[in-house]
């Protein structure tokens, strides 16, 4: 064999070397994708609110030796981690005494709280949570709260 004819023999075994390389890296680039594919319905599985009973929208106030129990509605809160940091920031008030609970739905968290009825909740929250925060409404069974996180106020709020 003559020089040209070994050059194109190893051309030819170097382009079927590549294309089956490249072959391999496609099939494990789709592997990628549908294993991203199914990480990306399970967050959003998870972060699905769930569905919430029509009806009232929280429990009563009642006062009881413990303290006084009411519904707490905290909104902005688009991510999991952001309801996470509101729930540590008021389990660690000095005025709530209990967390019965907490439900989200869509940007918004409902926490059951039992509380010390001498406390002043939202002074404790406003020097806790690490936003500013805004009183919408305030009723005997109900504070709902906005927080301005950087980005701004919601378009809701």
Same mark, same amino acid.
């Given at each position: 064999?003559?020089?040209?004819?070994?050059?194109?023999?190893?051309?030819?075994?170097?382009?079927?070397?590549?294309?089956?390389? $490249?072959?391999?890296?496609?099939?494990? $680039?789709?592997?990628? $994708?549908?294993?991203?594919?199914?990480?990306?319905?399970?967050?959003?599985?998870?972060? *699905?609110?769930?569905? *919430?009973?029509?009806?009232?929208?929280?429990?009563?106030?009642?006062?009881?030796?413990e303290?006084?129990? %009411?519904? +707490?509605?905290?909104?902005?809160?688009?991510?999991?981690?952001? $309801?996470?940091?509101?729930?540590?920031?008021?389990?660690?008030?000095?005025?709530? =005494? =209990?967390?019965?609970?907490?439900?989200?739905?869509?940007?918004?968290?409902? %926490?059951?709280?039992?509380?010390?009825?001498?406390?002043?909740l939202?002074?404790?929250? *406003?020097?806790?949570?690490?936003?500013? +925060?805004?009183?919408?409404?305030?009723?005997?069974?109900? +504070?709902?709260?906005?927080?301005?996180?950087?980005?701004? *106020?919601?378009?809701?709020?």
């Amino acid at each position: 064999m003559d020089d040209a004819s070994e050059e194109s023999a190893t051309d030819q075994e170097t382009i079927e070397s590549l294309r089956l390389s $490249v072959a391999a890296l496609g099939r494990e $680039v789709q592997t990628l $994708v549908e294993k991203v594919s199914a990480l990306t319905r399970s967050v959003e599985a998870l972060s *699905r609110p769930s569905a *919430r009973p029509a009806g009232p929208r929280g429990p009563v106030t009642t006062e009881t030796a413990e303290g006084k129990q %009411f519904s +707490l509605v905290v909104s902005p809160l688009p991510e999991l981690a952001m $309801v996470a940091v509101a729930e540590t920031s008021l389990r660690g008030l000095p005025s709530v =005494r =209990r967390m019965a609970g907490v439900t989200r739905d869509g940007d918004e968290a409902r %926490f059951a709280l039992e509380v010390d009825p001498d406390g002043d909740l939202v002074e404790e929250m *406003r020097n806790a949570m690490p936003v500013e +925060l805004e009183v919408e409404s305030s009723s005997g069974d109900e +504070l709902v709260i906005s927080l301005e996180w950087v980005w701004g *106020r919601s378009a809701s709020a």
